[in-house]
């Protein structure tokens, strides 16, 4: 099993990797004192627990951008094998509650997690460690979408890619609130803030000003 190389930036680590029949992005976020986060776990319980082991990381809590079953495929495997709690946005805890009906309408396979232990809210702090997060609200793609920020970096979910942006065409989207949340919560910081999307490759804020036709 090819294991990916971490991204860094300064003295945090960064993991992303693909999962599932969807290729959403789960990452593992560490800091200089190897406590870190786990991040939408989608899928491939087996290969994120193996990605833990080999480096180490000491994972505090399993963080989750939205409620979108391709997000949380692998939580209750991973929520057992690391003894750890979930959280989550409460408005996206319908969705997160029809995941397995989701999957079912793509005939994939899914076990439906347990409940989330902790909410999560705008301006919320997470910290391993050295490490810190900062949830910031951004609904649009889902009711209680967040993403979460760090030093130089922010874990978007499924608001911004790389030359795209979320769906708002599934139940609980919502264009106008997508666009007007990331102007506020994405395209204010930096532009070399490296953007960590949940599907396909990482970009930057800059790059992302510039090239993506969405926000011109």
Do not use: C
Request: net charge negative; glycine share 14%; no cysteine.
């Amino acid at each position: 099993m090819t294991l990916p190389l971490p991204r860094t930036h300064g003295p945090v680590r960064l993991w992303s990797v693909p999962t599932g029949p969807l290729q959403e992005n789960a990452l593992l976020v560490a800091g200089t004192q190897n406590q870190g986060f786990l991040i939408d776990p989608g899928d491939d319980a087996e290969r994120l627990l193996a990605l833990i082991r080999e480096t180490g990381v000491q994972v505090q809590a399993i963080l989750l951008t939205h409620g979108h079953f391709d997000h949380i495929g692998a939580v209750e495997p991973l929520r057992a094998a690391l003894g750890v709690p979930v959280y989550l946005h409460p408005a996206d805890l319908p969705l997160y509650r029809l995941g397995e009906a989701s999957a079912g309408r793509w005939n994939l396979p899914f076990t439906q997690p347990r409940d989330p232990e902790h909410p999560i809210a705008q301006g919320q702090t997470f910290t391993a460690g050295d490490l810190t997060l900062t949830a910031r609200e951004l609904p649009g793609h889902a009711p209680g979408h967040v993403i979460f920020v760090g030093d130089g970096f922010v874990v978007a979910g499924d608001t911004l890619f790389a030359g795209g942006i979320g769906r708002t065409d599934l139940p609980g989207g919502n264009h106008n609130q997508l666009m007007e949340g990331i102007g506020r919560e994405l395209l204010t910081l930096p532009d070399d803030t490296s953007v960590y999307p949940g599907h396909g490759g990482w970009t930057t804020v800059g790059r992302e000003k510039r090239s993506n036709p969405f926000l011109g």
